[in-house]
């Protein structure tokens, strides 16, 4: 029998609605957890054991944070990868590791390693100027997809260009200052964009979450479907390119692999995120382990728990209101909590903004259909105001 270390000291660096999903879990399994966010009353400063309030870029917190904690983990990818990797130099436990990190947080080397490992990609090329987008238009042909290498999320750092008139206002609306890099994508005339969860654990071990079919509004998640409403062989792809990704990476902890999937079959991946992703909320009731539980696991080097689907689970995001800036108000909970098997996610954030990810609805039911009307008419209950 082996002895359980109580209260492992966890950092993690990032305290919104994934950290404080995160600490949720870890509090399950004994941990101490320390939180770096700049705002004092981030989502997880409310069940953290100590929060340090610095910058991201703060390199003396970062050290800090690593001399308080067993291990450290993040909750978004723009971090300084060169402070971690410091970090690890110096004995540091840090995972997903600083060297995936670094890959993945810039789309042009994350494509171009998938691409080596023979995984489909869509064409990608890096650009430098007005001139080489125009050259690399005569290949992949019109629309292209322009995109910033890194800091890009919720499609901002994305530009579609239509025609060649588009390139130099897409060109200087990414780049005003001349120093990001940038690349182009053939765009990807998809059916369904679909995302896979896969967590990489102790010895190897690597566990696959079942495909979810995403559905955005406004380049911003909208909704998730489990299981995907796609042919068993694409399903099969999906799933096995996950796996193949964490072993590439040599992955530990959670990673979401995001995809297109177009009307002839073909499984493109568009990006990875070495984190628990918004698409995979819905394992928290649809799920025998959710993925902030096996990320805690992963990164404390325990057993990974089953991802086993329960039932066909829907997940809606909650987004604050257009038209109110402020306060927080919530409206409508008592009206979505009445409906069966609905859970509801809020996650503290004192502050409304237009589109700001507020919380989110999740339902789980034997019957899909019935599981998307009841989210459906929660969803249509809450709303995130300001007073
Ligand atoms: P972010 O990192 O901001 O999430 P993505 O690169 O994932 O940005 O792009 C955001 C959205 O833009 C995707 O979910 C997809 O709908 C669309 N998109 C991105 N790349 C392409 C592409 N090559 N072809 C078609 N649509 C794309």
Not at 107 to 119: A, G, H, M, S, V
Not at 136 to 147: C, D, T
Not at 282 to 310: D, K, M, W
């Amino acid at each position: 029998m082996s002895f359980y270390p109580i209260s492992q000291k966890i950092g993690i660096i990032g305290g919104g609605q994934l950290g404080k999903m995160m600490i949720l879990e870890a509090k399950k399994l004994g941990c101490y957890v320390t939180i770096l966010d700049p705002t004092k009353d981030c989502p997880a400063s409310s069940i953290c054991d100590n929060h340090i309030v610095a910058n991201f870029s703060d390199k003396e917190a970062i050290i800090s944070l690593a001399n308080q904690c067993d291990v450290l983990t993040y909750e978004f990818e723009h971090i300084d990868y060169q402070s971690l990797m410091e970090l690890e130099e110096r004995g540091h436990k840090v995972y997903p590791s600083p060297s995936c990190l670094k890959t993945i947080q810039n789309k042009f080397t994350q494509k171009t390693i998938l691409k080596e490992n023979n995984i489909c990609v869509p064409d990608f090329c890096l650009v430098n100027s007005i001139e080489e987008i125009k050259n690399v238009a005569k290949e992949f042909s019109y629309p292209l997809v322009l995109k910033s290498c890194t800091g890009g999320y919720d499609g901002k750092g994305n530009f579609i260009i239509k025609c060649e008139e588009d390139i130099e206002k897409g060109f200087l609306t990414l780049n005003p200052n001349f120093n990001m890099s940038l690349m182009v994508e053939k765009f990807v005339d998809f059916k369904l964009e679909v995302s896979v969860l896969a967590c990489g654990g102790i010895n190897k071990d690597i566990k696959v979450y079942p495909v979810g079919n995403n559905i955005h509004i406004d380049n911003i998640l909208h909704k998730t479907i489990v299981p995907a409403d796609i042919n068993e062989s694409s399903k099969q792809k999906a799933i096995d390119i996950a796996h193949k990704i964490i072993d590439i990476f040599n992955g530990v902890g959670m990673f979401c692999v995001e995809f297109f999937i177009t009307k002839d079959g073909e499984v493109l991946v568009n990006e990875i995120a070495p984190r628990p992703h918004n698409s995979g909320h819905y394992t928290i009731e649809g799920c025998v382990t959710s993925q902030f539980e096996n990320h805690i696991r992963a990164i404390l080097s325990l057993p990974l728990g089953s991802t086993n689907l329960l039932n066909p689970t829907v997940m809606i995001n909650l987004l604050g209101e257009e038209g109110y800036k402020g306060d927080t108000l919530v409206e409508g909970v008592i009206e979505a909590l009445n409906i069966e098997n609905v859970f509801v996610h809020i996650y503290g954030k004192k502050q409304t903004v237009p589109k700001r990810k507020m919380g989110h609805i999740t339902c789980s039911m034997e019957c899909l259909e019935q599981a998307e009307k009841n989210a459906t008419k929660a969803y249509q209950y809450i709303k995130f105001i300001s007073k």
